[in-house]
T-cell receptor, first 112, second 118 residues
Framework: DQQVKQNSPSLSVQEGRISILNCDYT??????FLWYKKYPAEGPTFLIS?????DKNEDGRFTVFLNKSAKHLSLHIVPSQPGDSAVYFC???????????FGKGTSLLVTP | GAVVSQHPSRVICKSGTSVKIECRSL??????MFWYRQFPKKSLMLMAT?????????EQGVEKDKFLINHASLTLSTLTVTSAHPEDSSFYIC??????????????FGNGTRLTVT
């Protein structure tokens, strides 16, 4: 039962443009959402997070938007850089514990 | 920043043997660690929650006798894949949260272990 869904397996963006990665979730008990970046053969690296009481969180080139009514969040990267090329995982936490539920990931390719 | 060290990074073993994977928090204490498994082109699936000094909590469908978890100290959790079979071949990743931080602090992940059972 996939409670966190990333429906786009891949995305290609030109350097300097905006990358928008989308994520949907089904469990209304989730109260905290995170984005992780992952390179092959490595563990995920934390990127940015947002609490369910907020609708936006910004950190440098990365902004996460949360639409609770739609159970949707998105990660915006602007401007995109070739070094941003990686797999991005959306994750959500149940408020009953700290375990994270992950989406399947979106592979982002930023071309020069 | 917080570092989680996972060892080995890669292991090949024969069917029927057991493999132990270690997960260490290097510069923080972790009362809780999580073990995930990733299949090709799939998301990270939570296997179990490892609690220091007590029994691990396994997710539905994960055999606790197959995947033995020990969390004997605040900085070390181990996952032992017993009597490994080719279908156990996968990428195993551990994660930990710094016990000294707020509940909203992110989990830190190890670099994973690629297990291949021949």
């Amino acid at each position: 039962d996939q409670q966190v869904k990333q429906n786009s397996p891949s995305l290609s963006v030109q350097e300097g443009r905006i990358s928008i990665l989308n994520c949907d979730y089904t469990n209304s008990m989730f109260d905290y959402f995170l984005w992780y970046k992952k390179y092959p053969a490595e563990g995920p690296t934390f990127l940015i997070s947002i609490s369910s009481i907020k609708d936006k969180n910004e950190d440098g080139r990365f902004t996460v938007f949360l639409n609770k009514s739609a159970k949707h969040l998105s990660l915006h990267i602007v401007p995109s850089q070739p070094g941003d090329s990686a797999v991005y995982f959306c994750a959500a936490r149940r408020n009953s514990g700290y375990a994270l539920n992950f989406g399947k990931g979106t592979s982002l390719l930023v071309t020069p | 920043g917080a570092v989680v060290s996972q060892h080995p990074s890669r292991v090949i073993c024969k069917s029927g043997t057991s493999v132990k994977i270690e997960c260490r928090s290097l510069d923080f204490q972790a009362t809780t660690m999580f073990w995930y498994r990733q299949f090709p082109k799939k998301s990270l699936m939570l296997m179990a929650t490892s609690n220091e000094g007590s029994k691990a909590t396994y997710e539905q469908g994960v055999e606790k006798d197959k995947f033995l978890i020990n969390h004997a100290s605040l900085t070390l959790s181990t996952l032992t894949v017993t009597s490994a079979h080719p279908e156990d071949s996968s990428f195993y990743i551990c994660s930990a949260r710094d016990s000294g931080t707020s509940s909203n602090s992110p989990l830190h992940f190890g670099n994973g272990t690629r297990l291949t059972v021949t």
